[in-house]
């Protein structure tokens, strides 16, 4: 996740007037830790955010942005997974792969084994 930390901390050299332009009206203000998440986000107008808030704001992005690619990945290898496990088309992911990953049973047939008379009297 290095890339992403050099990637977000380029600078975007825009004057002043065109980097205003291009941001956003609002942003989502970060629900602070000791109230309970009820769905209503709380927006404010970027012109009346502080810097805290901004940086609040950042961090939260950031951190959902790093959780979206871990789960890009993770679906990326279940996708590898299913090609190589044969898939076809419409065929459900999971069960094509956990057909391929179960043990096949073994055809050569057990031997009983005969209990030992060693030390048997």
Sequence with gaps: MNCLESLLAQPISLP?????????????????????????????????????????????????????????QLLGELYRCAVAAGCEGNTPVFAAIERQSAPTPSITPSTPSTPSTQGVQ
């Design 16 to 72: 002043w007037a065109q980097l205003r332009s291009h941001l956003p009206p609002c942003i989502e203000l970060p629900t602070p830790p000791d109230e309970d998440e009820d769905g209503n986000e709380l927006f404010k107008r970027l012109d009346l955010v502080t810097r805290q808030e901004l940086e609040a704001h950042l961090q939260t992005r950031k951190n959902a942005l790093l959780l979206d690619i871990q789960e890009l």
